[in-house]
């Protein structure tokens, strides 16, 4: 097993196997193989934290670091860094090799000079590269509720002190969003790949429709769209034959899914008030696809 710097010669090598590696695991599908496809021109793009993993000359794995902000209350920024996708071929998981790529990335990132990163994952693995709750730092997701201690989103300090006893919030860089933000290339990028099923699987990320933030559980609860199939991003009731069915502004939709109070307290153990229901509306939607160009 050997681990090097990534080259041009293995972009659609890397892309293939990050597609295998994430299919169906966080979301319905994958848009990671996108995101790397597109990230290589990011001038937030580090390439000497680009590394694949390689066994028998065969590229199994694949890590990729990139610059990144925090929020602090008054408006500044504060440098620091985010990586993923970490990719391991389906063939080579539980065997270690996705901690031994981390671990190696992390040293070499160390000695760059990179001091805090932010990630979203999954903690029963990343605590063994040194990550906690990102919570622990005070550093907030900006999709979540302040005070909550998002159990996806994690942190390192590599440099200990970088922080410096900041509060701040993170959100991924616009990088990340290259998917949702231009939907019909990714679509014809995503045609040159051989056709995969999209499928709910149990351990997804929660999914939410991407215009009135409806949890999606299941096809049931998904649109169609002009072809008749399942629209994985837009629930059943936004969305129809590749059309939604509202003709309405954020602040529209959000006036509409306040209606729907009692329920949302109901379903979720809350007691919030109206005002208190549609300040996190408002928070929360200008990130759903739909709004995102409009907000």
């Not at 199994?60 to 440098?79: C, N, Q, T, W």
């Not at 939907?183 to 999914?207: D, N, R, S, T």
């Not at 059943?236 to 509202?246: I, N, P, S, V």
Request: net charge negative; charged share 25%; glycine share 8%.
């Amino acid at each position: 097993m050997t681990i090097r710097l990534e080259t041009p010669k293995d972009y659609r090598a890397v892309e293939t196997l990050t597609r295998e590696a994430f299919w169906n695991v966080y979301r319905p599908g994958c848009t990671e193989h996108f995101v790397i496809n597109q990230y290589r021109k990011n001038p937030a793009f580090i390439p000497e934290l680009s590394f694949v993993m390689e066994e028998n000359g065969r590229i199994i794995g694949h890590v990729m670091y990139s610059k990144a902000e925090l929020l602090l209350d008054d408006g500044s920024r504060f440098p620091s860094w985010t990586f993923g996708p970490i990719s391991i071929h389906p063939e080579y998981q539980g065997r270690g090799y996705g901690l031994r790529l981390l671990n190696y990335s992390l040293s070499k990132a160390r000695e760059m000079g990179v001091g805090f990163l932010c990630m979203e994952g999954n903690i029963n693995f990343y605590r063994h590269a040194g990550f906690d709750l990102a919570s622990r730092y005070h550093i907030h997701y900006y999709a979540e509720p302040k005070d909550d201690d998002v159990p996806y989103f994690l942190a390192q300090e590599l440099i200990p002190g970088y922080l410096g006893g900041i509060e701040a919030t993170y959100q991924p860089p616009e990088g990340y969003f290259a998917a949702e933000n231009n939907p019909e290339a990714f679509a014809e990028y995503e045609a040159g790949f051989p056709q995969k099923e999209k499928a709910f699987m149990e351990g997804q990320l929660p999914q939410f429709c991407q215009s009135c933030g409806m949890m999606l559980s299941s096809c049931d609860d998904c649109g169609k769209n002009k072809d008749g199939s399942v629209c994985f991003d837009y629930c059943k009731y936004c969305y129809k034959e590749g059309e939604f069915l509202q003709d309405c502004t954020m602040d529209e939709m959000i006036e509409h899914c306040a209606q729907f109070l009692d329920a949302f307290n109901q379903g979720n153990g809350t007691n919030l008030s109206r005002e208190e229901y549609i300040g996190q509306m408002k928070q929360f939607f200008p990130h759903l696809r739909r709004w995102r160009k409009k907000s």
